[in-house]
C-alpha cells in the first residue's frame, strides 16, 4: 500500500509538471465545454444539461489515450527499468496510473458541473450520486483500456495508431458529438456495441432525467466489468524493459475486453432499451425548449405607434 501510494503521487506531480498535461487535461476539456455549451445549446440551460453529459464523457474518455502515451514513452526511454529495481509490482505501477488520472480527472468535472449552474444557468444537474458513479467508474475503465493499449503496443507510433483506431469510433457513434438520435438506425445499433454509448446514455439520463443509481445499474455494471477485465489484462502483458516486444497475437487480446459490451450490444439490439430512452430525453429537452420560449401576451401584439394609437381613438 505504500508502495502504491507513493507511486501515485509521483505520477500526479510528474503530470502537474508536464505542459502537454496542462492543455489536454485542462484547457482543451473547457474549451469543448464552452463550445458546446455557449455555440451549440446558445447558453438555453436545457440544451447545456443535455449537452452536459456529453462534455463529461470526452472528458472521461479522453484518459485512456493519456496513460497509454506516458506508460509507452515511460518504457521507451528507460523509466519502467528504474521502477522495476525497486519493491513496485507491475500491479503497484497500473493502479497507481490509473488512481493519478482520477486524481486529476475530477477537479476538471466538477469545474465544468459548476459553470454549467452558475454561469449557463442550468437549473437542475440532476442525481450527483449517479454522475460522480459514473465518471469514477468510466475514468477507471477508460483508463485501464489505456493499459491494455501500452501493454500490446511496442512503439509510439502503434500507440498512436491504435489510439486513432479506437478514439474515432468512440466519439462519433456512441452521441459524444453527434447526437444519438440523429444518427441512422444501423449506426444507432452499431453504437450499442460501445463501451462509450453507455457512458453518454448514463450521465445524459443522470443529468437530464435525475435518474439515481439503481435506474443506470446497467452503465455501471457494465463499465465495471470491463474495468477489471482490462486492469487483469494489462496486468498480464504489462512489460518494465523495452526490448521485451510482445507478438502479434498477443495483441488479439485486446479484442477479448469487448466480450461484456459485445454480449451487452445483442441485448440491447433485441429490446432496444437504450434507443428508447435516447428518444425520450430527446423529446423531453425539445418540448422543454419550446415551453420556455417566451410568448408575448395579446396586448402586446398590438401596435404601440402613438399616430395609430390617436387614429384608433373615437372622433367627437
Not at 456529453?54 to 479522453?62: F, I, K, S, T
Not at 502515451?69 to 490509473?98: C, K, N, W, Y
Not at 445499433?189 to 463501451?195: K, M
Amino acid at each position: 500500500m505504500t508502495n502504491l501510494i507513493t507511486l501515485t503521487r509521483m505520477r500526479v506531480r510528474l503530470a502537474l509538471r508536464n505542459k502537454m498535461f496542462f492543455f489536454f487535461s485542462i484547457i482543451m476539456p473547457l474549451g469543448f465545454f464552452f463550445l458546446y455549451s455557449g455555440v451549440f445549446a446558445k447558453g438555453e440551460p436545457m440544451v447545456v444539461a443535455y449537452l452536459l453529459g456529453p462534455v463529461l464523457a470526452l472528458n472521461v474518455m479522453g484518459s485512456f489515450w493519456g496513460l497509454s502515451a506516458t506508460l509507452v514513452t515511460f518504457r521507451e526511454q528507460g523509466i519502467l527499468r528504474r521502477f522495476h529495481v525497486t519493491p513496485a509490482t507491475a500491479t503497484d505501477m497500473l493502479v497507481s496510473s490509473i488512481l493519478a488520472n482520477y486524481a486529476l480527472t475530477l477537479p476538471t468535472v466538477i469545474t465544468e458541473l459548476l459553470l454549467a449552474k452558475f454561469m449557463f444557468h442550468v437549473p437542475n444537474l440532476g442525481d450527483w450520486a449517479s454522475i460522480f458513479l459514473l465518471v469514477s467508474i468510466g475514468t477507471i475503465s477508460f483508463g485501464s483500456l489505456g493499459l491494455v493499449i501500452a501493454s500490446v503496443t511496442n512503439t509510439m507510433q502503434e500507440t498512436q495508431v491504435l489510439n486513432q483506431l479506437l478514439w474515432l469510433p468512440l466519439i462519433f457513434l456512441s452521441g459524444a458529438t453527434i447526437p444519438f438520435t440523429s444518427l441512422s438506425k444501423t449506426v444507432q445499433h452499431i453504437a450499442l456495441f460501445l463501451p462509450a454509448t453507455y457512458l453518454v446514455h448514463g450521465l445524459k439520463n443522470a443529468i437530464i432525467n435525475a435518474f439515481g443509481p439503481d435506474k443506470i445499474l446497467l452503465p455501471l455494471v457494465s463499465l465495471t466489468v470491463w474495468f477489471v477485465l482490462t486492469l487483469f489484462l494489462s496486468s498480464q502483458l504489462f512489460r518494465w524493459e523495452p526490448e521485451a516486444k510482445i507478438g502479434r497475437r498477443a495483441k488479439l487480446y485486446v479484442a477479448a475486453t469487448a466480450i461484456p459490451f459485445l454480449l451487452l450490444g445483442v441485448w440491447e439490439a433485441r429490446y432496444g432499451r437504450v434507443i428508447a430512452e435516447e428518444q425520450v430525453t430527446m423529446q423531453r429537452v425539445e418540448d422543454s425548449d419550446k415551453s420556455e420560449k417566451p410568448r408575448r401576451p395579446r396586448n402586446q401584439q398590438q401596435s404601440t405607434d402613438p399616430t395609430k394609437l390617436d387614429d384608433e381613438k373615437p372622433q367627437n
